[in-house]
């Protein structure tokens, strides 16, 4: 462990400093430069994030180190080391160890010893991600059920894009049913009929729009709907 140590002290960065400009807060520390990390790694570097990813494998640090803000070759399941690297000071940080669960279980626990404010971590089951939430995890993600989900109400009816939140709320991007075309969305009285808000409307053409009252929705318009998610299913197999 002495030698690792030394080693992680010529490699880990100096003390990270926050970005300029009121982003102070836009400091993350990305544990697991897998598929899922590294590519969570990316594109918060890519919005101007101060990104630290972590890794035991030094090839794939070396893989990401140049895109990424600060890099780091380091065994986080050991409090010390995160200690090193100053993650206690970080207000947010991402586990994505993924197949190895008790990496993930010890690293997650670690964070939340060290005070991390917010902290979310990968989970490859139902099982995985139930402990991480007893563990006290913030946000709990499973990527692969989320993802396969997703892609469910997409196949299998009228719904371009679909995201569900927490509590049975979802937000869906479909084409408009003909049943509410050709009328002021007030007059139409989607929300009292269907339960669901219309807040975005797109034109063949055009940018997508803020939707009121008055917009008059046409056949071929793709909207933005909200609502509880039974709610948008049923309203999006309207035709």
């Known amino acids: 462990m002495a030698r690792f140590l030394h080693s992680l002290r010529r490699r880990r960065p100096k003390r990270l400093a926050a970005p300029v400009g009121d982003h102070g807060d ?42 990424l803000t600060h890099s780091a070759v380091a065994d986080c399941t050991d409090p010390e080391v995160l200690n090193q690297l100053g993650v206690h000071e970080f207000t947010s940080a991402v586990v994505g160890i993924g197949n190895d669960v008790e990496a993930s279980i010890l690293v997650t626990s670690n964070l939340l010893e060290a005070g ?35 892609v469910a109400h997409l196949v299998t009816g009228r719904m371009l894009d679909f995201i569900q939140f927490d509590d049975d709320y979802a937000l869906v991007k479909t ?65």
């Open 116 to 150: 991390v404010p917010n902290i979310w971590a990968k989970a490859i089951s139902r099982q995985h991600g139930q402990i991480l939430e007893r563990l006290g995890a913030h946000h709990v993600i499973l990527p692969e059920h989320d993802m396969g989900e997703r």
């Open 26 to 67: 836009q400091r993350v520390a990305v544990i697991g430069l897998g598929r899922f990390g590294s590519s969570l790694a990316h594109e918060l570097t890519r919005r101007g994030w101060d990104v630290l990813g972590i890794d035991t494998s030094a090839s794939l640090v070396q893989k990401h180190s140049d895109a």
């Open 175 to 239: 084409v408009t049913p003909d049943i509410v075309t050709g009328m002021p969305l007030g007059q139409s009285a989607v929300r009292s009929k269907y339960g669901v808000t219309v807040v975005g409307i797109k034109r063949p053409g055009e940018d997508f729009t803020y939707a009121t009252a008055e917009t008059v929705v046409k056949h071929g318009d793709v909207i933005v709907v909200t609502g509880k998610t039974h709610a948008v299913e049923a309203f999006a197999e309207l035709s």
